[in-house]
């Protein structure tokens, strides 16, 4: 059974950094397509915020976040990372690992909940002004 368990979140100053992990298990962790990062913000829907493919070639952001986070995997820890900079009065949420099982071709979806797989139970990110 696949499990992607979460962590690094907690409090930071407005202007600080964070790095999430996103640690898997009961699966091939490099044979998993696509491992996104989505957040949750406080009355709002789940939104994407960053994936990264397989080989760790190749990343992908929410436009308005580019430039401030940066995803990352280690497929021999079997980890995705998330590091936030700069972090702002806006990024509060719960933020949600996720997995896109390998499915035998090129997966070229990876923004939308559905797309993917496996999810965590989230790690909460809060930050004071």
């Known amino acids: 059974q696949v499990q992607l368990v979460e962590s690094g979140g907690g409090l930071v100053q407005a202007g600080g950094s964070l790095r999430l992990s996103c640690a898997a298990s009961g699966g091939t962790f490099s044979s998993y397509a696509i491992m996104g990062w989505f957040r949750r913000p406080p009355g709002k829907d789940r939104e994407f915020v960053a994936a990264i493919r397989g080989s760790g070639g190749s990343t992908y952001y929410a436009d308005s976040l580019k430039g401030r986070f940066t995803i990352s995997r280690d497929n021999v820890k079997n980890t995705a990372y998330l590091q936030m900079n700069s972090l702002k009065p806006e990024d509060p949420a719960v933020y949600y690992c996720?997995?896109?099982?390998?499915?035998?071709?090129?997966?070229?979806?990876?923004?939308?909940?559905?797309?993917?797989?496996?999810w965590g139970q989230g790690t909460q990110v809060t930050v004071s002004s």
């Open positions: 996720a997995a896109v099982r390998d499915r035998g071709y090129y997966v070229r979806a990876w923004q939308k909940s559905d797309d993917y797989d496996y």
